[in-house]
């Protein structure tokens, strides 16, 4: 019996011996980094930190993307009116300067959809579809001058100098409508299309370096972005956040054309955005 208990006695202390050698071997492997388990594991923690990064650079990047675009004038909002005061550049200052009565109250650009009925927009469409129909180009953009004697023209034209008149301060006698009001049809293009065949209306521009005589331009939407055609929408470049006008049937936008207005128009996408522009002078010699 008493060897017996010899016996359990020095097993349990070889077995004691190899517990704390197994013990100290696996410490060694969790604290030697050169073992391939442990390489596994600082590879996923580093995959796994990189993702994290990646996330937020990502999310960052997109919402300082959107930030920089701001709506102006929703499609879905029936605007009575909404305008913004700018500050006048020097160039279109010193040309306006010249004209006693035309100089303008404030720098600014302003939308509404009240002064236009859609009863006059759907005949001014209707006209420009006849007019646009024998010269449109099967992409692109298409521009015609609008020369009209119609009775509804004749009032849209008068109603919008009067909109001009009184939302930036002009006398009436003093500014006159430039040659020409144009009418304009923007079709998707196909990518094989190359840029010459076809205005860039998508890059920047001012009016007034266009043509000095323009001082003020307006521009009347003929048909809905996001139901009659996708893209097209009007952009003022700015430089802290573009602002953006969804044209709306009836909406009406109007603005000073010197360089405080840069713009574009987005690429339509699908279907056919028509509009109507207007350009006013105070240089009488212009006068339509």
Known sequence: MQEIKKRNIRDGNDLSEKNKEQLVENDKI??????????KNLSLRVFSRMVVISSLLIVVYFSTKEEKIKIFARQTDILVGKGEILECSSEYLKDVDKYEGCFPKECKRFVTDKVISIRETEEL????QKELQLKSS????TTVEFSNNLNVYQIT?????????????VEPSKIYMARPALLSAIKPISHKKTSTTFNN????????DLHKSFHYTAVLYLGDYDKDFRGGRF????KKANKTIEPRKSRLSMFTSGSENRYYIERVTSGIKYSLT???????????
């Open 30 to 39: 969790i604290r030697d980094p050169g073992q391939p388990s442990c390489k």
């Open 157 to 169: 034209k008068e109603k919008i100098k009067y909109a001009i008149v009184h939302h930036f301060g």
């Open 138 to 141: 099967t992409e692109g953009i």
């Open 201 to 208: 209306y998508w890059d920047p521009r001012t009016d007034n």
């Open 125 to 128: 469409l209707t006209i420009a």
């Open 235 to 238: 952009v003022f470049v700015d």
């Open 278 to 288: 207007f350009y006013f002078t105070c240089d009488k010699q212009f006068n339509v």
